[in-house]
């Protein structure tokens, strides 16, 4: 069973900075992209940022975020993380980590891909 566990979620004032964890835990062989969504209050859910594995990895950042937030992947670790900068407060929402085309051995035996997400954290930016 793979569960990805989300940390380092929090209330920071505008301005600041927070850093999220998530890793992912069971018997993996490989993970394809690993990535951050985030729902806000009254909105739908959105992609924040993903990276793909291996040092050649693709990253995709919102365009709202860029040049603010980092991801970054350690492999070994089946770990992502994201770096948040200069936080607004409309980077207020909970942020869940998303694990893709994630490789395992089912209980038959058999090899089984699928996709897995976190339980979520929650972001506050608020004076």
Not at 28 to 37: K, L, Q, R, V
Not at 67 to 84: E, H, P, S, W
Not at 91 to 113: F, K, M, S, W
Request: glycine share 12%.
């Amino acid at each position: 069973q793979v569960q990805l566990v989300e940390s380092g979620g929090g209330l920071v004032q505008p301005g600041g900075s927070l850093r999220l964890s998530c890793a992912a835990s069971g018997t993996i062989f490989s993970i394809g992209a690993m990535g951050w969504y985030r729902q806000a209050p009254g909105k739908q859910r959105e992609v924040v940022a993903t990276r793909t594995s291996g040092d050649g990895g693709i990253t995709n950042v919102q365009d709202s975020v860029k040049g603010r937030f980092t991801i970054a992947r350690d492999d070994a670790k089946n770990t992502v993380y994201l770096q948040m900068i200069s936080l607004k407060p409309e980077d207020t929402a909970v942020y869940y980590c998303t694990a893709e085309n994630v490789l395992t051995i089912a209980t038959d035996g058999r090899p089984h891909q699928d996709d897995y997400w976190g339980q979520g954290t929650q972001v506050t930016v608020s004076s």
